[in-house]
């Protein structure tokens, strides 16, 4: 990227407790999603905060095309990341894309991790054989088609619907982020994301994991949580927030926060 990567994904350490926390955002946001959550766990950790390369708040010069077409190159971002720092032993906080990044860190680095904690997350989108990931192939495609024919009227709509819940505040910042996105890397991660499929290696994951699961989320259905649970290789709990949408810690950040607390302490 042509300089420290603590600088160029605008890296932030906060807080003051002995123990590490990472909080990793999701598609379409950058570390800005997190500042509601940030202030509940600032005196018990440090927390560690950074953007994915994709993000509207890094110089889009260094998104790699040819680099970043599968997820580990955003692995070896955040491993670089925890290098740097010096962390040998921290919880991980990864929300949907972010999720997946921590669960393939996870398998190459398992001594790392003391905990891994989902929000949104899934293996894979796009329906399958005794599978049901939410998606046919035909309805991702469309929302290519969408995102290239008018980028704005596509934001517009996708993000009161990722949003689900009544929240205008949400609806606003997470429009905001996505505006920030350059739409061509935002067309190319997407299509990374809805091809990527990692059921595979699930198994492989020994870390303890919390899998947080929205009652309604429009881009991951409750069967995902529950295969996730179900595949996994280390021991693993689902918990169910009885609210609508894709981006709790924008949309209803205090019973986020909550859930998170509890999922931390076991």
């Excluded at 996105?181 to 994991?209: A, Y």
């Amino acid at each position: 990227m042509g300089q420290s990567i603590l600088e160029s994904l605008n890296v932030q350490v906060e807080g003051s407790g002995r123990r590490i926390l990472v909080l990793a955002h999701g598609f379409g946001t950058d570390q800005s999603a997190w500042k509601h959550i940030l202030p509940f766990f600032l005196r018990d950790y440090r927390v560690v905060r950074y953007d994915l390369v994709c993000a509207g708040s890094v110089n889009p010069d260094y998104f790699n095309f040819s680099r970043y077409t599968t997820l580990d190159a955003y692995v070896d971002d955040l491993l670089d990341i925890l290098d740097a720092l010096g962390v040998d032993r921290c919880a991980y906080v990864g929300h949907s894309v972010s999720a997946m990044i921590g669960i393939l860190a996870s398998i190459r680095r398992p001594e790392l991790f003391t905990k891994l904690i989902f929000i949104g997350a899934s293996p894979r989108f796009l329906n399958d054989v005794d599978y049901h990931g939410g998606f046919e192939q035909g309805e991702i495609d469309s929302v290519f088609l969408a995102m290239k024919a008018n980028y704005e009227a596509w934001v517009n709509g996708f993000a009161p619907l990722a949003v689900g819940a009544d929240v205008p505040t949400a609806v606003r910042e997470f429009s905001r982020t996505l505006f920030n996105m350059r739409p061509d890397i935002t067309l190319f991660v997407s299509r990374t994301v809805f091809n990527s499929d990692l059921r595979g290696v699930l198994g492989l994951v020994q870390v303890p994991c919390s899998i947080i699961q929205t009652a309604r989320d429009v881009s991951v259905p409750m069967s995902v949580a529950t295969y996730l649970k179900d595949h996994l290789g280390g021991l693993s709990t689902v918990h169910l927030l009885d609210i609508e949408g894709h981006l709790p810690h924008l949309s209803a950040p205090n019973l986020l926060a909550e859930v998170l607390r509890r999922a931390l302490a076991r």
